[in-house]
């Protein structure tokens, strides 16, 4: 009895810590998220208007939303499939060849993810410069002049070298992560297909991607929220969502709208959305993808 | 206008609230019966010691202390003491800032009329304020914000917008200052033959300046009132036409990189492009000097501001000034010896401890006492038919989802992409002007 | 024979473009700390004339990269501290203890993977300010708002529910013999968590550190709302170093700038990234 009274007591000495602080700075702002996004409130002024689903209507008829909403998609899309199918490529390779120097390439691929956020933007802003950039100074060199461009000044390229600058940042993150899982798929499996002679692209679409199945399917999860955050926190510091809201991504126009817009109920507004959005994007994503597991 | 970070300033001002501190006590007078003046002062970039020099020659004079309070967020310090009840005598803080408190303040008619200090003779002097004053200031919505004839905000430092150019590379090619935009637009071809781009801007906010003014120039003050009160389809006006007509041309001859600095981190190259001669004008203020202080000039450079262009020759030109502001409180417990104190700002002695720190009252004559750049700056003011145009869009409730300056600046990075076309930019401004409109009341 | 060849000769020359897109822009900003003032204004790509030492001492002294490296550093370990203490027992009994409410909390915790820090942190700033106004009385400059302990908190909280996931699954994969052995030997629930299961989880526990000190140690969002007052930490002040007005005559104190917050996550880095393979995967490979 004394010993089942102990055990209660030592779970929820366990947990309790990790629930209060969880309860207090998650769940509570969540529900406030929610909770502002049906007032209309400059954010300090004493006074708050209930409005109903007022800011959701407006939302779905502002233009620089509908914008922010589209750029969020195609970033996620783009970012998404180049990223996964590298990083699952640069895995393949380095798992299943004998590469020279693998654990240096491994260290070197990873170093893009411990970055702040504020120095990728500085160090692409200094790729992306439009007269003397690394970029088109390479391309000039390469005598690809006609190939040079004004990578954050023409509005129809621009998002493209915001993704670009995010695969930069992940690739070597599921890379790693990648090449870790496949490192424990048996080597006798490759062994036997070899022998019916089966070639190397085969053997990765019939026995690595299933087989590291799962691992996928848990980090395109954890990819879709986390994309969603470093485009918001790499459009901050490196374009500011310009030129002319040509890179504005929904947490950014969020900021603008609480913020210098003083509108902060229906910034809040945006905020429910993306919480909305991404959760049912992961359910989606989690859905689609499911497969039968297989075992080694 | 340089610093748009989102996040901190607001916040700064939705702190208001709680950052209590500062002096307590509500007597108005010292121990020994002296009487006390309470001025608080948005710290600028000129310094602290301006004031406090300003200050022991006041107190020379007359018998009195005078506590100052100099921060560079004033709102922070002195509003938690508002909301109890104590109240400085003086302060100097312009309207236009984040905080929005001397518009609040306008608002809720809490400041003092001070129309009788211009009248008034300045302590130690024989002469009016009003007499000391530049023209064209007094009578704005900038100091008369209730579009009457009483003066509220007494116009403390001001500061032109125009138009920045090398005067220097227009000597050396034997160019003429552009006056019209005919000429203007003449200019771009020739300077185009040699390479060089007409216009530039570091950040499309920075058309701010621009914009204002052209819009006083194609229609007149009252149009320009008249767009920034929000009236009726009033950018669909024959006078709206023209001004985005104007501006989508000169746009057609910025230079290539325009768009792809103008953001936060690259503006200054875009403000490089006029010191190595590849641009000829960009919109921009007097702070630019300093700025760019450091950074490499073509041969020969030398700072030039002048205001924008006019349709035709001897049309007024209006040169966008920002100005700070010195006001009373009407809860003020001292406004006799305050408006007495704000004469005295306009001294001749107070004058020249404000001109050493390169803080330029509008006062008659003051460009002479400037020197280098300063003194090229503000001589803008003596071309003729300059006008001084103060003061921005009329402040509302705030629109969910509408920012105008956001449609009517930003816009221009899209048309210079061919993005967007003039006529979408002024479909997209009616709309949010509209929007605005109906906030109003 | 000759198509094998091709083939290793491609693969070699992809890794190394991969590689170079890395190592090049991080040397170059090293390079371009310690470039003079005037070699901005000429080819970005010159080396630097000599070394300008001069760039790393204005950011210490004028931009105080020093005083904002030492809030950073005590904002992120504090955090870690927390978020240790907090999260390590939390997950470890989620994991291997059965009881009621386990599943509605492992629910709530699954949930909280998809609550972006960046949307309530605005409401988190809000309900701050609503306790500093509480305890106006008590203290009058404030105690909730630019305050690194409570920025540190928020860090740790907003980051438990990640750290869960990633232990908990962890936890799952140590064999149920360990404990069963600890029991018969008389060690009490704390014992066995402390001394055997703890330890056990050590690789794990090293990627939550490297994870989560990068979080902290890079994040300017938060940091940028809970303290608009003169304490920043290190990417608030870079960022202001590089939106600054003067930004133009300043650019190799800015690039010094950027080294300084690069090298303590490099240097982390490198101390552990041998086990951080093992303790990833944990999670993320469990079904």
């Given at each position: ?7 209660s007591k ?8 990790a629930f209060?602080?969880?309860a207090?700075f998650m769940?509570?702002?969540t529900?406030?998220?929610f ?6 409130w400059?954010?300090?002024s004493?006074?708050?208007e209930f409005?109903g ?7 779905f008829?502002?233009m620089?939303?509908i ?5 969020t998609v ?5 970012v998404?499939?180049?990223?996964m199918s590298?990083?699952?490529l640069?895995a393949?390779i380095m798992?299943r060849e004998q ?8 260290v070197?691929f ?9 120095i990728i ?7 992306y410069d439009a007269?003397d ?11 690809l ?14 998002i493209y070298s915001?993704a670009?600058?995010?695969i ?5 993150y599921?890379m790693?992560?990648?090449m ?6 048996p080597e006798s499996?490759?062994?036997?297909s ?7 692209v ?5 026995i690595?991607?299933?087989l590291?199945?799962?691992?996928l399917?848990?980090?395109l ?15 901050k510091?490196?374009t500011g969502?310009?030129p002319?809201?040509?890179t504005?991504v929904?947490?950014n ?7 210098t817009?003083s509108?902060?109920g229906y910034?809040?507004?945006i905020g429910s959305?993306v ?5 049912g994007?992961?359910?989606a994503?989690s859905r689609?993808t ?6 080694y | 206008?340089?610093?748009k970070?989102?996040g901190a ?6 702190m ?8 307590n006590g ?10 006390v003046l309470k001025?608080?002062?948005l710290e600028?970039?000129y310094?602290?010691?301006?004031y406090?020099e300003?200050i022991?020659?006041?107190e020379?004079q007359?018998?009195?202390?005078v506590?100052?309070?100099?921060s560079?967020?004033i709102?922070?310090?002195?509003t ?5 009840g104590?109240y400085?005598?003086v302060?100097?803080?312009?309207q236009?800032r984040?905080s ?7 608002k809720?008619?809490?400041l003092e ?9 300045v ?8 007499d000391?004053l530049?023209?064209g200031?007094?009578?704005?919505l ?6 009457n ?13 125009g138009?920045?150019y090398?005067k220097g ?6 160019w003429?200052?552009p006056?019209t935009w ?17 216009f530039?801007y570091p950040?499309a ?7 204002f003014a ?5 229609g007149?003050q009252?149009f320009y009132?008249?767009?920034?009160n929000?009236?009726?389809d009033i950018w669909?006006?024959?006078e709206?036409?023209q001004v985005?007509?104007i501006?989508?041309?000169?746009l057609?001859y910025?230079?290539d990189?325009?768009v792809?600095?103008?953001?936060e981190?690259?503006?200054?190259k875009n403000q490089?492009?006029?010191?190595d ?9 007097t702070w ?8 490499p ?10 205001p ?6 001897g ?7 920002s100005m700070?502001s010195?006001?009373?409180p009407?809860e003020?417990?001292n406004?006799?010896?305050a408006?007495?104190f ?5 001294s ?5 401890i404000?001109?050493k720190?390169n ?13 280098g750049e300063n ?7 003596d ?8 003061g ?15 449609v009517?600046?930003?816009t ?10 003039a ?9 949010a ?7 109003k009341? | 024979?000759?198509s ?5 000769v491609?693969i070699?020359?992809?890794l190394?473009?991969?590689a170079l897109s890395?190592?090049?822009p991080m040397?170059?900003?090293?390079l371009?700390?310690v ?9 970005p790509?010159?080396i ?6 001069q760039?790393?001492i204005e950011?210490?002294t004028e931009a105080?990269?020093g ?13 870690l501290?927390i978020l ?7 997950a470890?009994v989620l ?8 599943k509605?909390?492992n ?6 993977l998809?609550?972006?820090?960046n949307y ?7 309900m701050l300010?609503?306790g500093d ?6 203290f ?6 630019d305050?690194l ?10 980051t ?9 699954g962890?936890?799952q994969t140590i ?6 052995a ?8 704390f014992?066995?968590?402390v ?7 050590r690789?794990?526990i090293?990627t939550v ?6 979080a902290?140690w890079n ?8 303290l608009?007052?003169p304490?920043k930490?290190l990417?608030v ?5 590089m939106t ?13 700038g950027?080294v300084?917050?690069?090298?303590p996550?490099l240097?982390?880095?490198?101390l552990v990234?041998r086990?951080?393979?093992e303790g990833?995967?944990a999670?993320g490979?469990?079904?």
């Amino acid at each position: 009895m004394n010993q089942k009274k102990g055990r209660s007591k030592f779970i929820f000495l366990c947990v309790a810590p990790a629930f209060i602080l969880f309860a207090i700075f998650m769940i509570i702002p969540t529900i406030n998220v929610f909770r502002m996004s049906v007032y209309k409130w400059s954010g300090f002024s004493a006074s708050k208007e209930f409005v109903g689903f007022d800011n959701f209507r407006i939302l779905f008829e502002d233009m620089v939303f509908i914008k922010s909403f589209q750029n969020t998609v195609l970033l996620l899309v783009v970012v998404t499939i180049i990223t996964m199918s590298l990083a699952l490529l640069f895995a393949a390779i380095m798992s299943r060849e004998q590469v020279k120097g693998k654990d240096l390439y491994r260290v070197v691929f990873y170093i893009p993810n411990i970055l702040s956020v504020v120095i990728i933007a500085a160090i692409f802003s200094a790729i992306y410069d439009a007269k003397d950039g690394l970029l088109n100074g390479f391309l000039g060199m390469l005598r690809l002049d006609f190939l040079q461009n004004m990578w954050l000044g023409d509005q129809r390229i621009v998002i493209y070298s915001v993704a670009a600058a995010m695969i930069w940042q992940s690739v070597g993150y599921y890379m790693v992560m990648y090449m870790a899982s496949m490192s424990s798929i048996p080597e006798s499996f490759y062994e036997a297909s070899a022998l019916e002679g089966t070639g190397k692209v085969r053997q990765f679409f019939s026995i690595t991607l299933p087989l590291i199945w799962q691992n996928l399917r848990n980090t395109l999860t954890f990819f879709i929220i986390s994309s969603i955050n470093l485009s918001f926190t790499l459009i901050k510091a490196m374009t500011g969502g310009g030129p002319d809201g040509s890179t504005e991504v929904f947490l950014n126009y969020m900021y603008k709208q609480a913020y210098t817009n003083s509108s902060y109920g229906y910034g809040m507004a945006i905020g429910s959305i993306v919480f909305l959005f991404s959760f049912g994007l992961s359910l989606a994503v989690s859905r689609i993808t499911k497969r039968e597991t297989l075992q080694y | 206008m340089l610093n748009k970070r989102i996040g901190a300033a607001v916040l700064t001002a939705m702190m208001l609230t709680v950052s209590a501190c500062g002096s307590n006590g509500a007597s108005s007078t010292t121990e020994d019966g002296k009487p006390v003046l309470k001025m608080a002062a948005l710290e600028g970039g000129y310094g602290k010691e301006i004031y406090s020099e300003v200050i022991a020659e006041f107190e020379k004079q007359q018998d009195v202390k005078v506590e100052l309070t100099i921060s560079k967020s004033i709102e922070d310090e002195i509003t938690p003491n508002m909301k109890a009840g104590k109240y400085p005598d003086v302060v100097v803080l312009g309207q236009g800032r984040s905080s929005g408190l001397t518009e609040t303040l306008i608002k809720d008619k809490g400041l003092e009329d001070l129309t009788g200090v211009l009248a008034a003779k300045v302590p130690g002097e024989e002469v009016t304020v009003q007499d000391k004053l530049v023209d064209g200031l007094i009578g704005t919505l900038g100091t008369n914000p209730y579009g009457n004839e009483s003066t509220y905000l007494m116009p403390m430092f001001y500061s032109p917008t125009g138009l920045v150019y090398n005067k220097g590379l227009f000597e050396q090619k034997g160019w003429e200052v552009p006056t019209t935009w005919d000429e203007m637009f003449a200019l771009g071809e020739t300077a185009k033959q040699e390479g060089i781009a007409l216009f530039t801007y570091p950040t499309a906010g920075y058309l701010d300046s621009f914009f204002f003014a052209l819009l006083a120039d194609v229609g007149g003050q009252e149009f320009y009132d008249k767009v920034m009160n929000y009236e009726q389809d009033i950018w669909q006006s024959a006078e709206a036409t023209q001004v985005l007509e104007i501006t989508t041309k000169l746009l057609s001859y910025s230079s290539d990189t325009t768009v792809a600095y103008a953001n936060e981190q690259d503006f200054t190259k875009n403000q490089q492009s006029i010191l190595d001669n590849t641009t000829l004008f960009m919109p921009n203020g007097t702070w630019i000097a300093g700025e760019m202080g450091d950074a490499p000039k073509a041969e020969g450079f030398a700072w030039g501001l002048m205001p924008i262009p006019t349709l035709n020759e001897g049309d007024d030109r209006y040169i966008v000034t920002s100005m700070e502001s010195v006001w009373v409180p009407s809860e003020s417990k001292n406004k006799e010896l305050a408006k007495e104190f704000v004469a005295f700002l306009y001294s001749d002695k107070a004058a020249a401890i404000f001109a050493k720190s390169n803080a330029v009252q509008p006062i008659k004559g003051i460009a002479e006492q400037l020197t280098g750049e300063n003194q090229s700056f503000y001589s803008v003011y003596d071309a003729p038919q300059v006008k001084a145009l103060v003061g921005g869009f009329v402040s509302t409730k705030p629109v969910e989802g509408v920012n105008i300056k956001a449609v009517l600046f930003d816009t221009a990075n899209s048309i210079i992409s061919k993005q967007k076309t003039a006529e979408d930019w002024q479909k997209d401004l009616n709309q949010a002007s509209e929007k605005m409109r109906a906030a109003k009341e | 024979m000759i198509s094998n060849k091709l083939y290793k000769v491609f693969i070699y020359v992809i890794l190394s473009l991969l590689a170079l897109s890395i190592v090049v822009p991080m040397l170059w900003v090293l390079l371009a700390s310690v470039k003079e003032k005037s070699e901005f204004y000429g080819n970005p790509w010159s080396i630097p004339a000599g070394v300008f030492i001069q760039n790393y001492i204005e950011a210490f002294t004028e931009a105080s990269m020093g005083s904002y490296l030492l809030n950073s550093l005590f904002a992120t370990l504090l955090a870690l501290v927390i978020l240790l203490a907090v999260a390590v027992p939390a997950a470890y009994v989620l994991a291997r203890y059965k009881f009621k409410g386990r599943k509605i909390l492992n629910l709530l915790f699954m949930g909280g993977l998809f609550i972006n820090v960046n949307y309530i942190v605005v409401p988190i700033f809000l309900m701050l300010l609503d306790g500093d106004k509480l305890l106006g009385n008590w203290f009058p400059n404030g105690l909730f708002i630019d305050n690194l302990a409570v920025l540190a908190l928020v860090y740790a909280a907003t980051t438990i529910p990640f750290t869960i996931y990633l232990l908990s699954g962890y936890f799952q994969t140590i064999p149920e013999v360990f404990e069963e052995a600890a029991a018969i030997d008389g060690c009490s629930h704390f014992t066995t968590m402390v001394r055997i299961m703890i330890p056990m989880a050590r690789p794990s526990i090293v990627t939550v550190i490297l994870f989560n000190f990068l979080a902290f140690w890079n994040d300017y969002i938060i940091a940028l709302t809970l303290l608009p007052g003169p304490h920043k930490t290190l990417p608030v002040g870079l960022l202001n170093l590089m939106t600054a007005q003067k930004a133009a005559a300043n650019y190799g104190r800015l690039y010094a700038g950027l080294v300084i917050v690069m090298v303590p996550a490099l240097i982390l880095y490198i101390l552990v990234q041998r086990r951080l393979v093992e303790g990833m995967t944990a999670g993320g490979t469990r079904e």
